[in-house]
């Protein structure tokens, strides 16, 4: 039978990887915590989106920590290639995870939308996402590496949701910033409104990818012809025969 991994080009046995998604889960566990207590001292509702996109990153770390404990398992009878796209499966469950943060994101943010509240303490609570979002930037580099240096599509998958934390989470600090400085109410529900769409455009390029590798796209053109050059290249050097 043939092992996932040679397909792949994986070096690495998903059960050690699993140690990458663990962190994942550490940090998001940090992050959370830190997140609310930034919101619960400001009533942000942008600092609050950020914090449910933390709970998200937990959920896909847990999930990403289960999918490469299935993929180190051998082929067998049922599976002659391994278990190695299970990894798929983990990246779109990601991506609707996301999905669902979005919505509950733009929906808090519209309701306060309408009944805006003055923040508070937004100094502390600014400071405090600022340390959250340094450990996730840390851990999302990290990951990101991980993945891609070991070819792992759900440790590449967890990384970018990281990053893409980070960025969301430096959008946020500058908006509520600006709230405290102006006095603009509205301006912190359309920071929020922001990072819920910001959050769906990730969510559906988890969901497309994960479907392209379940279904075996074929390469774009670009890479295709890529491929064609090297093997022409490769036979003008060694000609048959």
């Known amino acids: 039978m043939v092992n996932h991994s040679s397909i792949t080009g994986r070096t690495t046995e998903p059960r050690s990887l699993a140690l990458w998604a663990w962190l994942s889960i550490a940090a998001a566990l940090a992050t ?7 919101y619960l001292l400001t009533g942000s509702v942008g600092l609050l989106s950020d914090a449910l996109e933390s ?16 993929a180190s398992r051998p082929a067998n009878r049922t599976h ?3 278990h190695g796209k299970v990894e798929y499966f983990s990246a779109g469950i990601e991506g609707l995870m996301i999905f669902v943060a979005a919505i509950l994101i733009v929906y808090t943010a519209i309701e ?17 996402t600022l340390i959250a979002t340094a450990i996730n930037a840390a851990v999302g580099w990290l990951i990101l590496r991980a ?32 709230v405290a400085l102006t006095g603009w109410l509205p301006l912190d529900s359309i920071v929020a ?12 390029t988890l969901v ?8 075996d796209r074929a390469l774009n053109a670009a890479d295709e012809a890529r491929v064609i050059e090297v093997v022409n290249s490769f036979v003008a050097e060694y000609p048959p025969g």
Do not use: C, E
């Open 112 to 128: 306060r939308l309408l009944h805006p509240q003055a923040l508070d303490t937004v100094g502390v609570g600014l400071l405090i």
């Open 193 to 204: 409104i922001a990072v819920g769409l910001n959050i769906l455009w990730t969510g559906f």
């Open 55 to 70: 709970v998200v990153n937990l959920v896909a770390a847990i999930v990403a920590v289960i999918a490469l404990s299935i």
């Open 32 to 38: 959370i915590a830190l997140k609310i207590w930034a």
């Open 147 to 178: 993945g891609r240096r070991h070819r792992s599509l759900t440790l590449v998958a967890d990384g970018k949701h990281l990053i893409t934390d980070v960025w969301t989470s430096i959008g946020v600090v500058i908006g509520v910033g600006l």
């Open 208 to 215: 497309r990818n994960s479907v392209h590798g379940l279904m």
């Open 80 to 82: 002659h290639y391994g």
